[in-house]
Structure formats: structure tokens, C-alpha cells
């Protein structure tokens, strides 16, 4: 009996599974069933990008195939990519998801390894050699830029980089952007653009109760801006924010919203067979345009000092600078008129042009990938790797989900549904022999030696849930839920690295 004991551990130490039943059903509706031969090794998956892609492709392939290890690969010792530095602040609610993450993360057959950059500590290749499945679902690390004359004038940011600094990207904690104009402008009718415009306009008493970094409090704190204007190339139908972060911005205490009515007439009309959450959206919009101020309370107003406003049909052809040519002071826009109906709509420039003053220009058109490695394709045009279904084309056994994937669109959510479409697709692909199953492969153990040959030291998520216990200390010292650390070494000091 104990002879047999001993051979069944050194099995699961081998990674080994005998006899095991493995079954999935996918968006696709079909189950899944294959029994895994008693000599066949237990699947060894990496995922590179500890994101909600990252995260909800482990999650999948953990729960669908019981012999299945994942290992998560991750460049900043943190995990939780932009739930943790793209959710704004005031939105506690939408990182409870790092819970769910946090549950997959401590499942004994997947492992989390941060401070590890993919494409410089370790090639996609060797990756390759030690996994039976490589997942790359690394995200959008860049931001697409305007191509305009002006645009790397002092006082313009890409709405990345100014996220990144309100929420403690270790990259942006230098930003320190000049806060001392009137009046800003954001390119872009989303919900970044609409987070950015809130965060510059809350009350600070508001801000102080959430996570925001401590040194972008501060900031904000002196800053000047109670004008904030939002520009988009097309019209009220074409916005691509949502009627959540709309409502926010309408109540926001202290500061009213400045729509013109004329961007809205006739469209009551045109919205009536929309789709309903355009409709809701379009009325909401109408109903703020057309309340006249005196319908709004007397105290509302007196204590209003701040305002924000839609502008349409509108494109940025230059960012306009001082007289000593260093600092923006304004954006000269081209008026524009649609050609076409509803999301398909093209702005087309009239030959009109206005100039709006403005000393902060903050360019919220939209998040970008890029290449990881020579050894995976990229189509630069489109900013993602060719794939199938997340099959990367050409490279069987690698695979990518998210933004990556599809392009930097849509909520969380809609991560998740693409995430699982992956993690389906690689269960699949073990599942029906498309995977080179037979030779047993090493994992993070042959990584590793690669690592420390490198000099690269990975942390772990026992490391993290240090790092996370003193943010939080440091957090409730102050009245806030966390005060995030900005700097990687001071990461690395606190767990000892």
C-alpha cells in the first residue's frame, strides 16, 4: 500500500495524471470529453499578461480541464494590468473582479511569476520549448498618436499616460502634468475621455476616499482647470461613451454640464428604432441639453463653479503654441459633417476651421499593441496579432486573447467572452490531438534557469499579496481603501528582493 502511495505522488511530482475525464462546453454549446491516457503529462499552459485576458483565459482553462497547470507571466512585480491602473478610482466596483483573479491565482495547479518581461528576460521561443500552449494576452502598451502639427508641445498628454499617472503606473508616476490652466481639452467621446474629465473636475473630498495615487491627489489639489471640454470628429449618435459614466458626469457634484441644444435637433426622431441602450443614451443627452437653468435648483448652481461640454464634428488639425513655441495654448479643429448614418458615419472636413483656447490637451483616441517579439507575427496596420478564433496564424500552439487579439474595444466584460473563446480553442486543440502531447514539458522550470542565468528574479503572488498588505495599511492610515507603491524597486525592497 505504501509502495503504491509513493508511486502515485511521484507521478503528480512528474506531472502526471492517470485516468483523468476532462470536460468543456464552450459559447459554442458542445461538450467536450476525452479520457487522458494514464502515461499522457498533465498539460503545461503559459499566459503572458496578468490582465483580465490574462487572468479570465487561466480561469477557463482550469476549470474545463482538470490536469491542466498554468503558469501567469508578468512584467511589473503587480498583477491585474488595467483593472488595477485603467479602472478609474471612483469606480471601486468594478475591480472586485480581482477577487475572482485572486482566486484563480491561488489554485494549486497555477502559479503567477511578475517582474518577468516576455520578449527581453525571456523569448517567446523558449517559452515555446517549455509549454505545451503559449497565450499571449499582454494587452495595449501604447497609445495611437493625433499626427498632427503641436502634438508633443509641453502640456499635451495621451489619455494613457495621464491614467497611468492618477492610478500608479510605474511608467507615468513621473508625468507631473501642468495643471495650471482654465481650460482643457480631451480629444475623444469615450469612457476614458469622460473618467478623465471627472477625475480633473471632482471634488477633492471625493477623491481623497478612493485609491487615486497620493501624489496625483496632491496635484490635483492645486490645480486650476474648472473647464473641461469634450471633442469628437462625428456627431451625438457616434459617441461611444456609456449612459453609466454620462449620468456620473451630469451629477457630479459642484460642476454643470454645457451641451448645445442645435447638436441635437432631430434626433429624437432618428434614435426611435436605435437600439435601446443608444436611445436611452441619445434622450439622456437631450433631456441635459434642453434643461434650462433655472429648472436646475438655486443651490446647484451657486455651487457649480466648474463645467464641462460636449463639442461634435469637430477633428484636431494642429495643437496651437505659445509665443514662445514650448506650451500649448489652444487647438485649432476643423469642422466636419457626416457622411453615411450611425457607427458607420464618416467625418468629413467642411473647409471650416474654429480655435479653441486651452492649456492642457488630452488625447483619449484610443490604446494600441505592439509587437512582443520577432517571432510572432504582427499586422501593425491593425495593431494585433492575426489569429483565429486566438490561434496565432502560422505558430501552432501559441495562442493570444484580448486586446491583443481583437483590438483595445469594449468593457471587461466582453474581455472576459473573448478570453474564454481562447481558452476554448486551446482546450480544443489538447483535447484533439492538434498539440504535440508526448514529450513532457518542464514549464517554469526550464524558464526559470533561463531567468536566473539572466539575472531575473520573479516574484511571486504570495510576494504580491505582501506588497498588497502594506498598500492597504498604508491606505488605511490615510482613509483610503489603498495608497498604491509607484516605484518598482521599492516593490522589490519590501519583499525582500
Known sequence: MMMMIMMMMMRERDGYRGGLTIESSGANG???????????????????????????????????????????????PVPFGLVRFGVAPDHPEVKNVINT?????????????????????????????AYHAVVLSYGAEDNRVLGIPGENLSGVYSARAFVGWYNGLPENRDLKPDLSCETALILG??????????????????????????SSLAALACSKVKRVWLVGRRGPLQVAFTIKELREMINLPGARAVLDSADFTGLENAVKDAPRPRKRLTELMIK?????????????????????????????????????????????????????????????????????????????????????????????????????????????????????????????ITTMNDSFDTAQSVLEDLQGGVLDMSPSR????????????????????????????????????????????????????????
Open 101 to 129: 483573479f485572486t482566486q484563480t491565482a491561488r489554485s494549486g495547479r497555477c502559479s503567477y511569476y511578475g517582474n518577468v518581461t516576455v520578449g527581453r528576460d525571456v523569448m517567446v521561443p523558449e517559452l515555446r520549448r
Open 442 to 497: 518542464e514549464g517554469f522550470g526550464a524558464v526559470e534557469s533561463i531567468l536566473r542565468s539572466r539575472g531575473v528574479r520573479p516574484v511571486s503572488f504570495s510576494d504580491w499579496e505582501k506588497i498588497d498588505a502594506a498598500e492597504v495599511a498604508r491606505g488605511k492610515a490615510a482613509g483610503k481603501p489603498r495608497e498604491k507603491i509607484v516605484d518598482p524597486a521599492e516593490m522589490l525592497r519590501l519583499i525582500g528582493h
Open 189 to 214: 467621446h469615450g469612457n476614458v475621455a469622460l473618467d478623465i474629465a471627472r477625475i480633473l473636475l471632482s471634488p477633492l473630498q471625493l477623491l481623497r476616499k478612493t485609491d487615486i495615487t497620493d
Open 288 to 412: 441635459t441639453a434642453l434643461e434650462k437653468p433655472r429648472e436646475r435648483p438655486v443651490e446647484a448652481q451657486a455651487a457649480a463653479p466648474r463645467e464641462w461640454g460636449l463639442k461634435f464634428q469637430r477633428s484636431p488639425q494642429e495643437v496651437l503654441p505659445t509665443p514662445d513655441g514650448k506650451r500649448a495654448r489652444g487647438v485649432r479643429l476643423a469642422l466636419t459633417r457626416l457622411e453615411g448614418s450611425g457607427d458607420s458615419a464618416r467625418a468629413v472636413p467642411t473647409g471650416e476651421v474654429e480655435e479653441l483656447e486651452c492649456g492642457l490637451v488630452l488625447s483619449s483616441i484610443g490604446y494600441r499593441s505592439l509587437p512582443l517579439d520577432p517571432a510572432v507575427p504582427f499586422d501593425t496596420q491593425r495593431g494585433i496579432i492575426p489569429n483565429s478564433s486566438g490561434r496565432v496564424e502560422g505558430v501552432p500552439g501559441l495562442y493570444c486573447s484580448g486586446w491583443v487579439k481583437r483590438g483595445p474595444t469594449g468593457v471587461i
Open 30 to 76: 458542445r461538450g467536450l470529453r476525452r479520457w487522458l491516457s494514464s502515461a499522457a503529462p498533465a498539460p503545461r499552459v503559459c499566459v503572458v499578461g496578468s490582465g483580465p485576458a490574462g487572468f479570465y483565459t487561466a480561469q477557463h482553462i482550469l476549470k474545463h480541464h482538470g490536469g491542466a497547470q498554468v503558469d501567469i507571466y508578468e512584467k511589473l
